[in-house]
């Protein structure tokens, strides 16, 4: 039974910062791809950042330079730092887990960020 938990989402100003924690329980990281997706009210879910089992990492395009994924596989944990946060990254930030063989996608409930002023 996997379950992801996502925690350290808020209410912030443009401009300001957040860091979001995704805490793994009944699964072991380090085998596994890990990454945020967000979704805005009314728009599909989207991918933000990806972190293979490697180390190797992709980011959405506007948010590179602002936001950093990291994992560490000893604590099960996924992070994802927000800095220099804009009115559209408002969004529930979900956190994944998944791997191709087998197929297994795993998928926190999320956490609420919200930018405005």
């Known amino acids: 039974q996997v379950q992801l938990v996502e925690s350290g989402g808020g209410l912030v100003q443009p401009g300001g910062s957040l860091r979001l924690s995704c805490a793994a329980s009944?699964?072991?990281?380090?085998?596994?791809?890990l990454g945020w997706y967000r979704q805005a009210p009314g728009k599909q879910r989207e991918l933000v950042a990806i972190?293979?089992?490697?180390?190797?990492?992709n980011y959405e395009e506007d948010v590179k330079g602002r936001f950093t994924i990291s994992r560490d596989n000893a604590k099960n944990t996924v992070f994802l730092q927000m800095n220099s946060l804009k009115v559209e990254d408002t969004a529930v930030y979900h956190c994944?887990?998944?791997?191709?063989?087998?197929?297994?996608?795993?998928w926190g409930q999320g956490t609420q960020v919200t930018v405005s002023s």
């Open positions: 009944g699964i072991t990281f380090s085998p596994y791809t």
């Open positions: 972190i293979s089992s490697g180390g190797s990492i």
């Open positions: 994944y887990v998944g791997r191709w063989v087998p197929k297994k996608d795993y």
